[in-house]
T-cell receptor, first 111, second 116 residues
């Protein structure tokens, strides 16, 4: 069974629009961590953010923000005022007994 | 800066060939991982290692083996390559002692393998 679900396969926006990426996860563990990674065309996965299961406080870091809702098992990620350089594949990941990734969402930002 | 280096960026191999994918990290991390990435499937864990000479199967180990003779090096081996192993392979490392932790996993740039 899929542990991490990213329902959006592709998102296309015009520069300066906001982009929200959805992530729903499934785990029986009470202690776990959630991540977002970015994979630009070069291929290397770049760590963006991390949140542990005991901290539901949502934060903003520059143009990135995230919304962790334990009650709905969701960990959504928003890019504010998108730029062309934000074009990439974004992966949500869950670390409980092992690290599981979603299928990824391809974001295309058009100038 | 953290560095995970995969020796080959692009490879083309014939069916039945033995293939070695090499990965080296310079962070003295205990843990190393091999994933494969396929469209629509995300990243799937093949094997991981928590220490030298130690290995554990991930979600899709069939058709693969690994070797960890030195802490910094983790090799993925395809004993007899098949066309369904055409994929992008990603190596990663972390300082975790267990998979369930908040420590960051660092990835290499990936190796694109085509089996013809």
């Amino acid at each position: 069974a899929q542990k991490v679900t990213q329902a959006q396969t592709e998102i296309s926006v015009v520069e300066k629009e906001d982009v929200t990426l959805d992530c729903v996860y499934e785990t029986r563990d009470t202690t776990y961590y959630l991540f977002w990674y970015k994979q630009p065309p070069s291929g290397e996965l770049v760590f963006l953010i991390r949140r542990n299961s005991f901290d539901e406080q949502n934060e903003i870091s520059g143009r990135y923000s995230w919304n962790f809702q334990k009650s709905t098992s969701s960990f959504n990620f928003t890019i504010t005022a998108s730029q062309v350089v934000d074009s990439a594949v974004y992966f949500c990941a869950l670390s409980d007994s092992k690290l599981s990734f979603g299928a990824g969402t391809t974001v295309t930002v058009r100038a | 800066d953290v560095k995970v280096t995969q020796s080959s960026r692009y490879l083309v191999k014939r069916t039945g060939e033995k293939v070695f994918l090499e990965c080296v990290q310079d962070m003295d991390h205990e843990n190393m991982f091999w994933y494969r990435q396929d469209p629509g499937l995300g990243l799937r864990l093949i094997y991981f290692s928590y220490d030298v000479k130690m290995k554990e199967k991930g979600d899709i180990p069939e058709g693969y083996s690994v070797s960890r003779e030195k802490k910094e090096r983790f090799s993925l081996i395809l004993e007899s390559a098949s066309t369904n192993q055409t994929s992008m392979y990603l190596c990663a490392s972390s300082s975790l002692t267990r998979a369930s932790s908040g420590n960051t996993i660092y990835f290499g740039e990936g190796s694109w393998l085509t089996v013809v």
